[in-house]
C-alpha cells in the first residue's frame, strides 16, 4: 500500500509560516547551515546541509513519488516555473484551474484537480508505484487527515516561535488524533526531524487495503 504522509518546517510554536506569510527565512535557515551539498531538480534551490539533515532530506528525495498541493501554494512558487525541485508529479487542488500559467519547464508534470483533495490523492497514489504520496501541510494536511488518508506527519521542527500565521493543522474535525511516535528522530543543527505515525488511521487503512 502507498504510504501518504504529510510533513513541513514548523516552528515550536506550531506554524508553517508566520504572519502575512512572514518568517521562511527563518523557518528555512536549515536548509543552509552545514557544509553537505544536496542538490535537487532547480539548481537555485542546492542545499548546503548538515550530515544528519543531508542522509534525511535524502532519505525524502528517495521516498517520493508524488505531491499533492494547495493552490495557495502553487500560485507563491509559480508552481515552481513546471518543474518541482524533488522533480516528481505534482496534484494540485483548485477550484478553478489557471488558465495563463506560463511554466518554464516544457511539459511539466502537473495536474489540476477540482474535486477535491480527496481524489487528488487518489491520481498521485496511482502514478506514484512504489514510493509515498506527499501531502502539503496547513489545508490540504487537514483535509486529507479528516478525511482517514495521512498514515504519517513528518516536522521538521525549527527552534522559533512565530506568534501566529498559518499553523499545521487547525480545527481539525476529528480530533483528538493520536500519534504513536516517534517513529524517528534526527538532530540537525537548528532542526529536529521527526516522524509520527497516525494511530488511529493505520488499521482502517490496512482494512481498506
Known amino acids: 500500500m502507498t504510504k501518504i504522509y504529510t510533513g513541513a518546517s514548523m516552528s515550536l510554536d506550531g506554524y508553517i509560516s508566520g504572519p502575512e506569510e512572514s518568517g ?19 539548481p537555485e534551490l542546492t542545499m548546503t546541509l548538515t550530515e544528519p539533515s543531508a542522509a534525511y532530506f535524502r532519505h525524502v528525495i528517495g521516498t517520493e513519488g508524488a505531491l499533492v498541493v494547495g493552490r495557495k501554494l502553487f500560485d507563491v512558487t509559480n508552481g515552481w516555473e513546471g518543474r518541482h525541485p524533488l522533480d516528481v508529479p505534482v496534484f494540485v487542488v483548485t477550484h478553478n484551474p ?3 500559467w506560463k511554466p518554464a519547464e ?3 508534470p502537473f495536474t489540476f484537480v ?7 490523492i487518489e491520481q498521485a497514489v496511482a502514478v506514484a508505484g512504489e514510493k509515498a504520496v506527499a501531502v502539503n501541510g496547513g489545508t490540504m494536511a487537514r483535509q486529507a487527515l479528516e478525511a482517514g488518508l495521512i ?3 513528518w516536522i521538521d521542527l525549527v527552534p522559533l516561535l512565530l506568534g501566529g500565521g498559518t499553523p499545521m493543522f487547525d480545527q481539525v474535525k476529528t480530533a483528538p488524533v493520536s500519534l504513536e511516535g516517534p517513529i524517528s ?6 532542526v529536529t526531524h521527526l516522524r ?6 493505520q488499521s482502517d487503512r490496512s482494512e481498506q487495503g
Open 24 to 42: 521562511f527565512d527563518l523557518l528555512f535557515d536549515w536548509y543552509n547551515n552545514g557544509d553537505v551539498v544536496v542538490e535537487t531538480a532547480r
Open 185 to 190: 528522530i534526527v538532530e540537525g543543527q537548528a
Open 98 to 100: 489557471p488558465t495563463d
Open 106 to 108: 516544457p511539459d511539466p
Open 114 to 120: 477540482t474535486e477535491g483533495v480527496e481524489a487528488a
Open 196 to 201: 509520527y505515525l497516525v494511530k488511529r488511521l
Open 151 to 153: 498514515d504519517e506527519i
